[in-house]
């Protein structure tokens, strides 16, 4: 059997075993969310020999070159020492800039981090808070106006993450680590196409982002945005949204609850096949949401979706 070497232990482990798991096994706490390769929380840095890896194409060739992956994705095959993400060595220190709640359910992060982040509109973050919890978030500000980084966590269910969140206040330290890329982001060359963005509670956030890069951009194309909540007080941005359709025409907002959505999807008329469709929330929407939309006429490969994986009900 292979062995497998990490924070000064060394054990065997069977020939094929998950990276992730085996690691956990082990008492090392390395942090999850999606176990598809997508979030990157789980990430680990190989430093004597080399997993075999279902997905590599999901780490950039800088990452994987520093050796850097994801453990959920790697099968141990080999001998293979490795070194657990390290927050406090290999994070980006940030600092909480305001925490507040835009609704009942739903927490407002801003953080302000220690140098300037590159990042474009729907992108994910993974966000480490001192007790070594992490958890990735899409980021709902947007880059060259918000002067932070933004995130809307769903407090609605306990969590290890959100819980603690709770607590925290102005200049408390977080730190940050990967930045993902996410299907969600908006193109320049889409500027004169329909776009309608679907989202249930939270995935609202890195639609927040995208719409309005694409506002600052000058769109075109008519823009009608869906936001699915669980009750009315759930549509924490309705306000804001309602400022943004005041200042532009092409713009149109459509908030609803859980009991309405076979309403407004049927509601959805295909008027144009150069329409492009972004979707955000929990797998059970995303899926409602993408089957309606293809019934509707919409070609599955007009549609780009980010899912949250974690979380229970509608975000």
């Not at 929380?41 to 992956?69: F, M, S």
């Not at 309005?212 to 000058?218: D, I, K, V, Y």
């Not at 959805?268 to 089957?291: D, I, K, M, Y």
């Amino acid at each position: 059997m292979p062995e497998l070497s990490a924070a000064g232990r060394r054990w065997a482990v069977p020939t094929g075993s998950n990276l992730l798991d085996s690691l956990n096994a082990a008492g090392l706490a390395v942090p999850y969310s999606c176990r598809a390769g997508c979030c990157h929380a789980c990430l680990v840095r190989c430093v004597d020999g080399e997993p075999l890896d279902a997905r590599p194409e999901a780490l950039d060739a800088t990452r994987r070159a520093e050796g850097w992956r994801l453990s959920c994705q790697c099968q141990v095959v080999d001998d293979l020492a490795v070194e657990v993400f390290d927050p406090q060595r290999d994070g980006l220190p940030a600092t909480v800039e305001s925490v507040d709640w835009p609704s009942p359910g739903v927490l407002r992060l801003r953080l302000v981090a220690e140098r300037p982040l590159r990042y474009r509109a729907g992108q994910h973050l993974v966000l480490w808070n001192a007790e070594g919890v992490a958890r990735p978030y899409s980021l709902a500000s947007l880059p060259g106006e918000d002067p932070w980084l933004e995130f809307h966590l769903d407090c609605h269910h306990p969590g290890a993450f959100s819980d603690a969140a709770r607590r925290l206040r102005p200049g408390d330290p977080l730190r940050l680590g990967e930045l993902r890329g996410g299907a969600l982001h908006y193109d320049p060359d889409w500027q004169r196409r329909p776009l309608w963005l679907l989202a249930a509670g939270t995935g609202l956030a890195p639609l927040w982002g995208v719409l309005r890069e694409a506002l600052r951009q000058e769109h075109q194309g008519d823009i009608h945005l869906l936001h699915l909540a669980r009750e009315p007080a759930e549509h924490y941005l309705a306000g804001p949204l309602r400022e943004l359709v005041a200042r532009h025409a092409n713009l149109r907002v459509d908030l609803r609850e859980a009991a309405e959505l076979p309403a407004a999807l049927a509601e959805l008329r295909l008027v144009s096949r150069q329409t492009l469709a972004l979707l955000c929330g929990h797998p059970g929407s995303v899926e409602s949401f993408a089957r309606h939309l293809y019934l509707a006429g919409l070609p599955r490969n007009q549609m780009l979706a980010d899912t949250f994986l974690t979380r229970r009900g509608i975000a």
